[in-house]
């Protein structure tokens, strides 16, 4: 196999559901050795894995299983914890404390070891108990108010968006985390939550109200600033087009044969459009729906005017540039065979992410694992017959 950027660095997986095992998928397709640990007989709680999702999150890793209530298994994982460079949990804050994962426990054991944390809410503060759930950060972290259709009311969005983010943006904290270590020789605790994640995402929509005192409203598939943008009718469908500054405007006009809209008192500026949106969408929209996505998407690229279609999600994978992109991964499953999986949304030259093997079955690696940490073949059978391993 190639030499891959993280293959020098062993990452404990103790996550579940989905915000954990999306940091933990940025390191095991990047190289690392990543050891998931698991209840004995994949207890309820961690997914089916037989379902397309959990087979996407959970490739590139072993499994071994481990009752972390019992002693044996707190030892078990204490001996790979000595040996690892970094561990993920996504419990909350007081069971993390009872099972001994912990920061000050972590980190007086194995001062070198990054620990990564994902909560709902926070390590600290009046919600740090509480269970998290994605919609739930969607809802508390302003996202629903701001989605769908103006009067509409709350709309979640079509991915677990907070999941996903504080997943990702653990991982680059984890990852700055090591690079620092190596400077210091100390591990540090990096922690997110699905609420920070989820302020964090809204970007320009919080500084409006941050910096101007705005409370954004819902703007449906309009652009809450600039105008025209958004989804426009066609002839055969709908497109997304944007036009953005004096430059863009003026062509778009030209394209829509509406020059005498470019410096019409009511559009003139951006702040002129955006006062009279309904009324120049209305016009616009009488006059793409006269013209075909093709036609349109011609036009307006031969001007340099951003737009395209709104496609399906099967639409998406049979888009020439999405063919031509390395966002699909292949690898091959002992019973299921080739599968498609969604690759990484970033490129490294000369280097891909590894796809060397599909998601574990539940304690597919215990014997493997507990053999390296020097466990011998009688004292593994002991485990697995006292339901420890």
Request: hydrophobic fraction near 40%.
């Amino acid at each position: 196999m190639t030499q891959l950027p993280l293959d020098r660095f062993t990452v404990l997986d103790l996550t579940r559901i989905r915000s954990g095992p999306t940091c933990v998928r940025q390191f095991a397709d990047w190289g690392a050795n990543v050891i998931k640990v698991e209840p004995p007989e994949d207890a309820a709680g961690y997914g089916n894995r037989d379902t397309s999702d959990f087979q996407n999150l959970h490739r590139n890793k072993r499994s071994l299983t481990l009752d972390l209530k019992t002693p044996e298994g707190q030892e078990i994982l204490g001996k790979l914890i000595d040996k690892a460079d970094a561990l993920v949990e996504n419990f909350r804050p007081g069971v993390k404390a009872r099972l001994g994962l912990d920061w000050e426990t972590l980190h007086a054991r194995n001062p070198r070891l990054v620990l990564g944390s994902i909560s709902g809410f926070g390590q600290t503060g009046p919600y740090a108990e509480r269970p998290g759930f994605d919609q739930v950060a969607q809802g508390m972290g302003g996202l629903m108010s701001i989605t769908g259709l103006p009067g509409q009311g709350p709309v979640r969005v079509g991915v677990p968006i907070a999941d996903l983010t504080a997943g990702l943006y653990c991982a680059m904290g984890m990852m700055m985390a090591l690079l620092d270590r190596e400077r210091t020789g100390k591990g540090q605790w990096v922690h997110t939550s699905l609420l920070q994640a989820q302020i964090g995402m809204l970007d320009f929509q919080a500084v409006r109200w941050l910096i101007d005192g705005v409370v954004p409203e819902q703007a449906g598939n309009d652009h809450p600033t600039a105008v025209p943008m958004g989804v426009y009718p066609t002839s055969d469908g709908a497109m997304n087009i944007a036009v953005n500054g004096a430059r863009m405007w003026k062509d778009f006009c030209n394209v829509i044969d509406r020059l005498d809209l470019f410096d019409h008192p009511d559009y003139a500026t951006p702040k002129d459009r955006q006062k009279n949106r309904a009324v120049l969408n209305a016009l616009i929209y009488e006059i793409t729906s006269t013209r075909s996505v093709a036609e349109l998407t011609e036009a307006l690229l031969a001007a340099a005017i951003p737009c395209g279609p709104i496609n399906r999600i099967d639409a998406v994978f049979a888009d020439p540039q999405v063919q031509h992109l390395p966002i699909v991964a292949e690898v091959d499953h002992p019973t299921k065979g080739r599968q498609r999986l969604l690759g990484q949304a970033f490129q490294l030259d000369g280097v891909e992410p590894a796809m060397h093997s599909a998601t574990p079955d539940c304690g597919e690696h215990t014997v493997e694992v507990l053999s390296e940490l020097g466990y011998t073949a009688e004292q593994i059978t002991a485990f697995r017959t006292g339901g420890i391993a």
